[in-house]
Each structure stands twice: as C-alpha cells, then as structure tokens.
C-alpha cells in the first residue's frame, strides 16, 4: 500500500500549482484521502479530504475557495489544485489515508492522528 505526492515546486504569489496523489496496493474508490501540509517549525495540518463513494469535500478555512480537491479512480490519483497561492501556503504536502476506511471524518478530517498511510511530501514554496 502505497501513496505518492507530487507537483511541488517554487510559485510566485498569485500562482498555481496542482498536486497529485498516486495510489498502489489498494481499491482508491473505497477510501477516502485527505491532504496536509507541514510548515518548518509548525505542526501538521489538514487541508482537505474527499470521500470515496459519495465524493463530498472538506476543506480547512485558510484554503476555502482557492484549494480544489478531486479524484480520478480509473487513475488511482487525488489532485490538489492551488490557485492563488500565499506565502503562508508554503509547506511541505502530504497525502494520507485511513485503512478501511471510505469517508472523511466529517469533524475530524484535519486531524492526522487518524490517518495510518502516508506517502512522502513534496515541497511548495511561494515566493517572489
């Protein structure tokens, strides 16, 4: 079982970027997947999760109408579309799921303590 993040890089403030999630070892479309980020020095947070069956999408306040979280079963990969990226959006990415389990914690998405599978972070940087 395995998770892969990817599409990092270095954007100026206003940009974009989309972040990708490849999946092995296991049925994407029964799982849920939730994003975070970790800044130097800063603990882990979450960003956003989406459900499996019924695809509802949670999304932490900071990222609200800017953050677009989606998936693509047939491909095994969630995506994380940033556009108009802070300063403040910079961080490490991770992705993440919870084993067996097909739908976000509607209260409790944002809490990394539940998630038991991650994939490394890959590094955004938003700066001029």
């Known amino acids: 079982v395995q998770l892969q993040a990817s599409g990092g890089g270095l954007v100026q403030p206003g940009g974009s970027l989309r972040l990708s999630c490849a999946t092995s070892?296991?049925?994407?479309?029964?799982?849920?997947i939730g994003w975070f980020r970790q800044a130097p020095g800063a603990e882990r947070e979450g960003v956003s999760c989406?459900?499996?069956?019924?695809?509802?999408?949670y999304y932490t306040d900071s990222v609200k109408g800017r953050f677009t979280i989606s998936r693509d079963n047939a491909k095994n990969t969630v995506y994380l579309q940033m556009n108009s990226l802070k300063p403040e959006d910079t961080a490490d990415y991770y992705c993440?799921?919870?084993?067996?389990?097909?739908?976000?914690?509607?209260?409790?998405?944002?809490?990394?303590?539940?998630?038991?599978?991650w994939g490394q972070g890959t590094l955004v940087t938003v700066s001029s």
């Open positions: 993440a799921t919870e084993r067996g389990v097909p739908e976000c914690r509607r209260h409790d998405y944002y809490r990394p303590g539940f998630y038991d599978i």
């Open positions: 070892g296991f049925p994407l479309e029964h799982y849920a």
């Open positions: 989406i459900s499996s069956s019924d695809g509802n999408t």
